[in-house]
């Protein structure tokens, strides 16, 4: 694992809301998973000490970008803002690649991949490693409006077929990505879902998953301090199996670092509303991305469903 | 760098150089491992440990404030038993000086744990006793907030470690922090941690909820280094000839050479390992260049020289 510093290469932006910071970093980028994500220091100003975490968006192994990562955000916080302020040959210091990232097919599967705002982020990597596999990869990109859906010309380039939907209506489906997903299941004879964004969207595709008994795999944003698993408090709660039948259901709930034994989690493990509070907006930065925060009622589920051929 | 200039023994506890880290911001040493030689340090202080698992407060257990953040994590550990059965021996592999931090709601359990360590945990340099974690339920009856309860607990985890130097690990939300330190002192500590966290409180003025799901949290980081260096600075005033391990927000060389100059002998390192993994060797470093300059032939000349006029 890397501690150390990477130069910018590009800063770009994605449409009206995301930037984009390309970082060359041989070391992470010839070792990173999807999923992974790397804890950037933001700036050396006294009043915001936490690194802040973001999932990486895409990686180029080969060619004259080889070596480099990307990441991708919205301006949040004093810290994204900071990041959002860097240009070409930048020094970033960085702690990476930290966490444990999808779990994928062993043998070929169609997978659907299913995206919230900028909560895609890690989707579009993970699409790529898919590919190469031979996997067939569908994408269904959620978000507010138009104007949040994460480069969603890339996704309709990677994907057999890429389903968008936006509350507003003003581009794709008028509805959230919930509302599409069982067809979009049906339709795509999908076998493995796999899924990043906020809480109750992954909440709700859980819930889909687990009556059609497709498995899935969730990249979970929790607010994190550490990253690499010392201070406990990116933690989710997680169902475990009863040990006796006297054991009391209510003890069965444990808690996993999202760090290091996350950010992806089987979906039908996670105790959705678990015992969490939503979490305050000006804390968001300190997820991989997205804003949590949790309103849906606690589902069971005893079933593991890994992916086709683990 | 010579091992005669950074050694310091405190009450029997001899360390390498004075540099240790803090409970609960390095778990047991495995994950910090990746980034510092745990042989290096000083000692490490381990996530408290309590008399059966404990599964910690629901989520969010953590948010940044200026210059530091606030945690109620609620001491979320695996209990004594695993720590002798599978933490502590790793730890001897690795050559690193260990201390247990213990903790518990009643005398009686503080007591079970320190009877297991002693029995099963031969090879431990000594003890940390967490009479102020700011995060147990009943707040108002915090063991450090009162000189009888401090005494009791103090003098019952005494009896049970008669050969092992004890620490309790004081509150600084107290009135009088120094008639805390003369109970524990009196009940038979060895020594004293100073400080732990501040209480703290933050909210979401948009949902007018608490930051945190536990309300009230400890407040870590360089916001409460003034606080510990002039509670330490008091207790060695009063009590010279008790050794101290000075604690809270300690991030750099600068800020753990107060701390000595103020009264500690040893310092531990907390919430900047999670920023700087590699924080707490960059201190020791940092304190031997620093006694060098200074012409002084140890450390331990150090302890309490701050020079004050009249």
Redesign the interface.
Same mark, same amino acid.
């Given at each position: 694992?890397l501690?150390g510093t990477g130069e910018v290469l590009s800063h770009k932006k994605y449409g009206e809301h995301y930037h984009a910071l390309t970082i060359v970093s041989p070391e992470i980028g010839e070792k990173v998973r999807p999923g992974q994500f790397i804890n950037i220091?933001c700036g050396y100003q006294? +009043?915001?000490? &936490?690194?802040r975490p973001f999932s990486v968006y895409r990686v180029h192994k080969r060619g004259g970008w080889a070596s480099t990562i990307e990441i991708v955000f919205d301006i949040r916080g004093p810290g994204t803002t900071y990041l959002s302020h860097l240009r070409g040959h930048a020094t970033v210091d960085l702690?990476g690649p930290l966490g444990r990232g999808f779990t994928l097919p062993k043998r070929r599967a169609h997978c659907l991949l299913v995206g919230g705002g900028i909560g895609a982020a890690p989707l579009f990597f993970l699409a790529d490693e898919l590919r190469n596999e031979g996997h067939r990869v569908d994408v269904i990109l959620g978000a507010r409006d138009g104007g949040l859906l994460l480069n969603a010309i890339d996704a309709r380039r990677l994907a057999s077929v890429c389903v968008t939907t936006t509350e507003d209506g003003s581009v794709g489906t008028q509805g959230r990505v919930t509302d599409v997903l069982d067809d979009t299941i049906e339709r795509c004879e999908t076998e493995v879902v796999y899924a990043c964004g906020p809480h109750p969207m992954l909440a709700a595709v859980s819930k889909v998953c687990a009556e059609r008994k497709v498995p899935l795999q969730v990249a979970v944003e929790? &607010? =994190? +301090? @550490?990253? $690499?698993?010392? @201070? =406990? #408090? @990116?933690?989710?709660?997680m169902q475990r199996k009863r040990r006796s039948k006297e054991e009391p259901v209510e003890d069965t709930?444990? $808690?996993a670092r999202s760090c #290091?034994e996350g950010p992806v989690f089987n979906g039908a493990a996670v105790v959705w509303n678990?015992?969490?509070?939503?979490? +305050? #907006?000006?804390?968001a930065e300190?997820s991989p991305a997205g804003v949590p925060s949790r309103s849906f009622p606690l589902f069971d589920t005893e079933d593991e469903h890994p992916p086709p051929g683990n | 760098m010579s091992d005669q200039v950074l050694a310091v023994t405190l009450a029997g506890l001899e360390l390498k150089n004075p540099v240790l880290v803090a409970s609960g911001t390095f778990g047991s040493g495995r994950e910090g491992s990746t980034f510092v030689n745990l042989a290096k340090l000083g000692g490490i202080i381990v996530k408290s440990m309590t008399v059966t698992p404990w599964k910690g407060k629901p989520t969010p257990r953590m948010c940044e404030t200026p210059s530091g953040m606030l945690n109620a994590i609620g001491i979320q550990n695996k209990g004594v038993d695993y720590f002798i059965a599978e933490d502590f021996p790793w730890l001897l592999r690795q050559k690193a000086t260990v201390i247990a931090s213990i903790a518990g709601n009643t005398v009686d359990e503080f007591v079970r744990v320190a009877d297991k360590l002693r029995t099963g945990a031969r090879g431990i340099a000594a003890v940390e006793v967490n009479i102020s974690c700011p995060n147990l339920e009943d707040r108002n009856n915090m063991f450090s907030h009162s000189e009888e309860a401090t005494a009791a607990v103090v003098g019952s985890v005494k009896k049970s470690l008669s050969r092992i130097p004890v620490f309790p690990k004081l509150s600084p939300n107290v009135t009088s922090l120094s008639a805390i330190a003369g109970a524990a002192i009196d009940a038979g500590a060895d020594g004293l941690s100073l400080v732990n966290t501040v209480f703290g409180m933050a909210i979401d003025v948009g949902t007018r909820r608490p930051k945190l799901a536990g309300t009230i949290g400890g407040l870590s980081g360089p916001a409460i280094h003034p606080i510990a260096v002039r509670a330490i600075h008091e207790v060695h005033t009063n009590f010279p000839h008790v050794p101290i391990i000075g604690q809270g927000g300690v991030a750099t060389a600068d800020d753990a050479l107060q701390m000595i100059l103020a009264g500690a002998s040893a310092v531990a390192v907390g919430t900047a390992n999670f920023v700087n993994p590699k924080a707490t060797i960059e201190i020791v470093e940092g304190i031997d260049a620093y006694v060098r300059e200074q012409g002084a032939t140890g450390v331990s000349e150090l302890v309490g020289a701050v020079k004050i006029e009249g």
């Open positions: 694992m501690l220091k006294q +009043a915001n000490i &936490l690194r702690i929790e &607010l =994190m +301090a @550490c990253g $690499y698993g010392v @201070c =406990m #408090t @990116c933690v989710m709660p709930i444990v $808690y #290091t678990g015992e969490s509070e939503l979490v +305050a #907006t000006d804390q300190l | -």
